[in-house]
């Protein structure tokens, strides 16, 4: 019986195999992480249009209440903390800096416009992203997988509606208000920083505040807040919603790692989405 030797064996590539060449297989796996990419995006986009949706439903007013009091009255405390020394640092750097060049004077000026163009919509919703968004993640998560989501849609209570849009009209009402409580508390540590321990004029450092500030500076920093606020609720809510479908983990460990994925994620997009937003508005 004849054998085929190795030398003459059929070295064409087997027309089942459906991996890629090598020299495309950097391509193929580019390729499959972009589409996962769109994928999700896709996929939050619906999400996030269902539940804004049900924002506008009956029924939503005492949950949207209950969230508000959750994420926005029980986050004061932390804000006005962070704020308060936020504004203490921030006049503290610049006074050293504007005093080599002799204009101590505009300090009012650079602290009201940092604390309200940026630092106070960004640290705020990072502040709330790190208490409230993680909670949410993580409530939404346990009641995945101990299926009391699934029990809903045994009801037929819509989950999005009843979960999801109260804590998305919520983020939407309380980040504008604690954005504003943060530049006023930042402002007032400035005030502290620069006039009381450093010696500059008051009268200088609030006629800066009040001469420099302009409406279109305070619209520019509540419209950054508002959509910080539609990216934290709808990544976090997201992330606890499906924390079923993880490859990575399931049970617990699969919420402990949407919570973390919810914050990094939610802290990454405030970061790329302010500098985007910032383009547009200066």
């Known amino acids: 019986m004849a054998t085929t030797s190795p030398e003459h064996a059929d070295l064409t590539p087997d027309k089942n195999d459906s991996s890629p060449p090598l020299l495309l297989l950097p391509f193929a796996l580019l390729g499959e992480k972009f ?16 539940s804004f949706a049900g924002i506008f439903t009956r029924d939503q007013f005492s949950a949207t209440v209950q969230q508000v009091y959750y994420i926005g009255a029980k986050s004061v405390n932390i804000v006005i903390l962070v704020a308060l020394f936020v504004g203490m640092v921030i006049a503290l750097q610049m006074y050293h800096v504007l005093v080599d060049y002799g204009s101590v004077g505009v300090l009012g000026s650079a602290v009201s416009l940092s604390l309200i163009r940026e630092m106070g919509p960004v640290l705020t919703a990072i502040m ?16 995945r997988i101990s299926e009391q989501i699934d029990a809903l849609e045994t009801m ?9 849009s109260p804590r ?53 920093g509540l419209i950054k807040a508002v959509v910080f606020a539609v990216l ?4 976090c809510c997201y992330q606890g919603f499906f924390t079923h ?22 802290c990454v997009l405030i970061l790329v989405s302010d500098y985007i937003l910032s383009t547009f508005l200066l």
């Open 168 to 220: 998305i009209a919520a983020a939407i009402i309380s980040f504008p208000l604690l954005t504003t409580f943060f530049d006023l508390v930042g402002i007032i540590g400035g005030y502290f920083t620069g006039v009381i321990l450093m010696g500059v004029n008051g009268g200088a450092y609030t006629n800066g505040v009040i001469s420099s500030v302009k409406m279109d500076d305070i619209t520019g």
């Open 35 to 50: 589409l996962h990419v769109i994928n999700n995006l896709g996929a939050i986009s619906i999400f996030f249009a269902k």
């Open 156 to 164: 037929r209570i819509n989950p999005l509606l009843y979960l999801v």
């Open 232 to 235: 934290v609720a709808t990544i």
């Open 128 to 143: 709330i992203t790190a208490r409230a968004g993680s909670a949410m993640t993580a409530e939404i998560g346990i009641q």
């Open 245 to 266: 479908m993880r490859a990575d983990g399931r049970g617990a460990k699969g919420v402990s790692l949407s919570t973390t994925s919810a914050v990094v994620a939610s």
